[in-house]
Each structure stands twice: as structure tokens, then as C-alpha cells.
């Protein structure tokens, strides 16, 4: 099956601009979705699609994609933006699976 | 609004079974696809099966194809996973997700709080 890589770690300065990547074969079939998860919460779609909010979801939040790679993209972080952050896709590899990166943990300084 | 509500976690003897239960409100759940997702503690989200609105298509992650057996009771708007031959690396929180679409084209958008399923002896 495909896998989707990213980076284990990430910081950004508070009001600073971050991007968080997701690099895989799959991301040149498929449009990534992104997930926020807090602490002993469950996951949060915050990106979808091409580049789709769902409602309720700041829109400092924004995705983008080139090639074989995904970007997830916090305009202006915020402290309650502190989590880990999830890509997803579907596999391309001919396998009708799903696949998720192995996670970002965000730090807001 | 969107409600999915685990339950049927807890503590399996290696080689044991255990069915999760996934109850859904708040949507036609009849028209959405299903997922179940997993996470090992301190690890990140594995994803572990799908089904269609209409059950007719099920597909699973190759670390539990023939073991898990994911389905839904559309009449009871309720997913279902059945583990069985459980083993110590099946130690995870369970998430059941809905998919934005029917037939699965699309990505998990709702998920629940998640049931703790434990593998040990």
C-alpha cells in the first residue's frame, strides 16, 4: 500500500505563518484531508478537497498540493492551534484503502 | 447535529474476540459510507476498514484483512466491527468515522470519541 510521509515535529512563533507537508505517491491522484487531534480528543477534519473548509474551521486554515506533495498551511497560528496534525488520502497503489501520514506535532512558541 | 457514539471496548486474552458497536444520529446514516480508524497509544491514526451506504462493498487494511470484519444495520443506524484471532499490536483506541460520500470517494468528516480495546493476558 501507498504511505504518506511528514515531518515528525514543527514550530511556529505565536501569529506567525506555518506549513505542515505530507509528501506520497497517492497525492498525485488523490486530494489530501488534514486532520487537527488535541489531546485525548478525537480527530478533526480542518481540510478537504482541493482546498475546503468544513464549517466552523478558521479560515487561517488552508491546503494546497503540488505534484506529490500536500501542504497544510496555519496563517497566523495560534496558541489553540498547538496539536498533531494528520494527512489522508486514498491509496493509489490498486488497493480501495485509505492511508494516513505518520503525524505533525505543532508547537506554538 | 452529528453524533457517533462507540462502544464494546475493553480487555482481550491474546487470540480472543470482540465486536465494537458504532451508534450514529444526527444524519441519514443509510447514505453514508463508514470508516473505522485506530490509534495505538502514542502512536498516529491507522486506518482500518470501510464500508458503503449500502454494505454491498467492504475494504480493509492488509494488518487485519481476515481477521476484522467490518458491517452496518442501516435499520438500527449502527456500524460494527467483529475482531477476532486479537493480538497485543491490535492494542488501540477505535474510532468509527462517516465519509463525507456514500460509496467512499471522498474522506472521514465526523468521527467519535473512540472505545479503548486492550490485547494482553
Known amino acids: 500500500s501507498s504511505e504518506l510521509t511528514q515531518d515528525p515535529a514543527v514550530s511556529v512563533a505565536l501569529g506567525q505563518t506555518v506549513r505542515i507537508t505530507c509528501q506520497g505517491d497517492?497525492?498525485?491522484?488523490?486530494?489530501a484531508s488534514w486532520y487537527q487531534q488535541k489531546p485525548g480528543q478525537a480527530p478533526v477534519l480542518v481540510i478537504y478537497?482541493?482546498?475546503n473548509r468544513p464549517s466552523g474551521i478558521p479560515d487561517r486554515f488552508s491546503g494546497s498540493s503540488s505534484g506529490n506533495t500536500a501542504s497544510l498551511t496555519i496563517t497566523g497560528a495560534q496558541a489553540e492551534d498547538e496539536a498533531d496534525y494528520y494527512c489522508?488520502?486514498?491509496?493509489?497503489?490498486?488497493?480501495?484503502?485509505?492511508?494516513f501520514g505518520g503525524g505533525t506535532k505543532l508547537t506554538v512558541l | 447535529q452529528v453524533q457517533l457514539v462507540e462502544s464494546g471496548g475493553g480487555v482481550v486474552q491474546p487470540g480472543g474476540s470482540l465486536r465494537l458497536s458504532c451508534a450514529a444520529s444526527?444524519?441519514?446514516?443509510?447514505?453514508?459510507?463508514m470508516h473505522w480508524v485506530r490509534q495505538a497509544p502514542g502512536k498516529g491514526l491507522e486506518w482500518v476498514a470501510f464500508?458503503?451506504?449500502?454494505?454491498?462493498?467492504?475494504y480493509y487494511a492488509d494488518s487485519v484483512k481476515g481477521r476484522f470484519t467490518i458491517s452496518r444495520d442501516n435499520s438500527k443506524n449502527t456500524l460494527y466491527l467483529q475482531m477476532n484471532s486479537l493480538r497485543a499490536e491490535d492494542t488501540a483506541v477505535y474510532y468509527c468515522?462517516?465519509?463525507?460520500?456514500?460509496?467512499?470517494?471522498?474522506?472521514?468528516?465526523?468521527w467519535g470519541q473512540g472505545t479503548l480495546v486492550t490485547v494482553s493476558s
Open positions: 468515522a462517516k465519509d463525507m460520500s456514500g460509496s467512499g470517494g471522498s474522506c472521514p468528516d465526523y
Open positions: 497517492s497525492l498525485r491522484s488523490y486530494y
Open positions: 464500508i458503503r451506504y449500502d454494505g454491498s462493498n467492504k
Open positions: 478537497g482541493k482546498n
Open positions: 444526527g444524519f441519514t446514516f443509510s447514505s453514508y459510507g
Open positions: 489522508n488520502s486514498r491509496d493509489s497503489s490498486g488497493n480501495r484503502d485509505w492511508v
